[in-house]
């Protein structure tokens, strides 16, 4: 059963610090997503990584396939970032029985 | 470039009743697929169409079909309505099948009373 474990579950911090959420999974993949929530329930498509590094503004997001883990890193974090970021992990194609599965997300606040 | 829109964006239903729910995906995109979001299971995957086919299917009883048209406008339904289907449904169109960009709508929030 392919499995994702984020963390942490809840994180609040002061504005202008380096913010690292985590993810693993337990199966092979062919891609792995970052999503943002915002309340009211909108899903925002981060980054899609299958290997390396990407880089988005404030944002950065890597992979380590070998290790079945992914971080998700936010710079000079703001209380705009606040949101919940959810990975979601593609599974690799084993007859197309397999969508995307999802971690709980990380709740994270940003304190001005 | 318009989003992905979803319709209704809120639905208060009764129990044992059927609904549906619609989907139109960002113009050109194939693939559309469905999720459920729920406080306690958090966010499921429902299933996938490209082509007007279905390609995957998540792990949810048959009260639970959708379908997809010739311009990939997608509808998923729901029959005989069940306390715990109250949820947040979330349909993605993507470019092609896998490993493309998922582009979310804003969600149909869905009531059962």
């Known amino acids: 059963k392919n499995e994702v474990e984020q963390s942490p579950q809840n994180l609040t911090a002061q504005e202008g610090e380096f913010i690292t959420i985590n993810c693993s999974y337990s199966v092979g993949i062919s891609a792995l997503h970052w999503l943002q929530q915002h309340p009211g329930g909108g899903i925002v498509s981060l980054f899609m990584?299958?290997?390396g590094k990407k880089k988005h503004g404030r944002l950065i997001a890597t992979i380590n396939i070998q290790e079945k883990h992914s971080s998700l890193h936010i710079t000079a974090s703001h209380p705009r970032d606040s949101a919940v970021y959810i990975c979601?992990?593609?599974?690799?194609?084993?007859?197309?029985?397999?969508?995307?599965?999802f971690g709980k997300g990380t709740h994270l606040i940003i304190q001005p | 470039k318009a989003g992905v829109t979803q319709t209704p964006r809120y639905l208060i239903k009764t129990r044992g009743q059927q609904v549906t729910l619609s989907c139109s995906p960002i113009s050109g995109h194939r693939s559309v697929s469905w999720y459920q979001q729920t406080p306690g299971q958090g966010l499921q995957f429902l299933f996938e169409?490209?082509?007007?086919?279905?390609?995957n299917k998540g792990n949810f009883p048959g009260r639970f079909s959708g379908r997809q048209f010739s311009n990939s406008r997608s509808e998923m339904n729901v029959s005989t309505l069940e306390l715990g289907d109250s949820a947040l449904y979330l349909c993605?169109?993507?470019?092609?099948?896998?490993?493309?960009?998922?582009?979310f709508g804003q969600g149909t929030r869905l009531t059962v009373v």
């Open positions: 169409y490209f082509s007007e086919t279905q390609r």
């Open positions: 993605a169109s993507s470019l092609q099948q896998r490993n493309t960009e998922a582009f």
């Open positions: 990584l299958s290997s």
């Open positions: 979601a992990v593609l599974p690799y194609s084993g007859g197309g029985a397999d969508g995307l599965t």
